[in-house]
């Protein structure tokens, strides 16, 4: 069965600083990998989306960056602002037809 | 393009009593996913469905839920004799047709059984 693990689990930053958000996934076998936002009470944003096929999605200031040999996916926000902080949800589609989810990392950004 | 619409947002129920939950999928989407989030919990899987047909439900719990997506109207998620357990945010996703393609989420349903 797929296990999805994000790291770190909550991550506090000063405006402006460049972070990292990893996610890693135990079975490589993966149609495609989705970042998603959720902020409190609310639903999710898709972020981005990238295809077993492919190594990045960029889309402003996020990267998204997959290797699926290794199991891992990276989401990089640069510039952080306080508006980015919410939770950030990794989740890979693999056989079958459901998506894994990560439990998630909670990001703070202090103005 | 209206997005995935579910209602309702807010639901409460009494223990012993029934919640059906709706879900609208994107106008063009075939395939809906719904989705339990429990408090402190990740998005666990519950059920895939196309239209009139359950594709997988290995994630829905075998007795008091069930799930349908008729072909009109939306897809509903009905929860029979809910129990205090069953209080979580419900969330329903869609996506065009193929294997590769994004999901889309709803706002979501929360139920809250009292």
């Known amino acids: 069965k797929q296990e999805v693990t994000q790291i770190p689990a909550a991550l506090s930053v000063p405006e402006g600083e460049n972070l990292v958000l990893n996610c890693s996934f135990t079975?490589?076998?993966?149609?495609?990998l989705q970042w998603f936002r959720q902020d409190p009470g609310k639903g999710l944003t898709s972020l981005l989306l990238?295809?077993?096929?492919?190594r990045e999605q960029t889309s402003g200031r996020l990267n998204a960056s997959l290797d699926k040999s290794s199991g891992r996916s990276t989401l990089y926000i640069a510039a952080s602002q306080p508006g980015d902080s919410a939770t950030y949800l990794c989740?890979?589609?693999?056989?079958?037809?459901?998506?894994?989810f990560g439990t998630g990392t909670s990001l703070t950004v202090i103005p | 393009n209206a997005g995935v619409m579910q209602n309702p947002r807010h639901l409460v129920r009494r223990r012993g009593q029934e919640a059906r939950l709706r879900c609208s999928p994107m106008?063009?989407?075939?395939?809906v996913y719904w989705y339990r989030q429990l408090p402190e919990e990740g998005l666990k899987f519950m059920v895939y469905?196309?239209?009139?047909?359950?594709?997988?439900e290995s994630g829905m719990p075998k007795e008091r839920f069930s799930a349908e997506f008729p072909k009109e109207g939306p897809s509903i998620l009905r929860i029979q004799q809910v129990v205090r357990g069953d209080s979580a945010a419900y969330f329903c996703?869609?996506?065009?047709?193929?294997?590769?393609?994004?999901?889309?989420f709803g706002p979501g349903t929360r139920l809250t059984v009292t």
């Open positions: 079975d490589s076998a993966i149609y495609n």
């Open positions: 989740a890979v589609r693999g056989r079958g037809n459901q998506f894994y």
């Open positions: 996703a869609s996506s065009p047709l193929s294997l590769s393609d994004e999901q889309y």
């Open positions: 469905l196309q239209k009139e047909n359950i594709i997988d």
């Open positions: 106008k063009g989407h075939s395939h």
């Open positions: 990238i295809q077993s096929s492919q």
